[in-house]
């Protein structure tokens, strides 16, 4: 299984808790190490999403494969 793949797989584990908030994510693309996502509905707007963002799906993500340096939501502001 690539990176990629087990990427996809953890954030396929994590979208039902975000589609119980009216949330949902989208993988977008694996480069450099960075995974790009896009947060949706209500997850967008929330003004928790930094939190979960990098203390949730980035911690997940990093704690399976460590060549991960950042999860980046690009509905954010760069």
Do not use: H, W
Request: charged fraction near 30%; hydrophobic fraction near 40%; glycine fraction near 8%.
């Amino acid at each position: 299984m690539t990176e990629e793949q087990k990427i996809i797989e953890i954030i396929d584990k994590l979208r039902p808790f975000l589609i119980t908030d009216g949330g949902n994510i989208e993988f977008i693309k694996y480069e450099n190490n960075i995974v790009y996502i896009k947060m949706l509905g209500a997850c967008a707007g929330c003004d928790l999403i930094d939190i979960t963002l990098k203390e949730g799906i980035e911690g997940a993500i990093k704690e399976e494969i460590p060549n991960v340096k950042e999860v980046i939501n690009v509905n954010s502001p760069i």
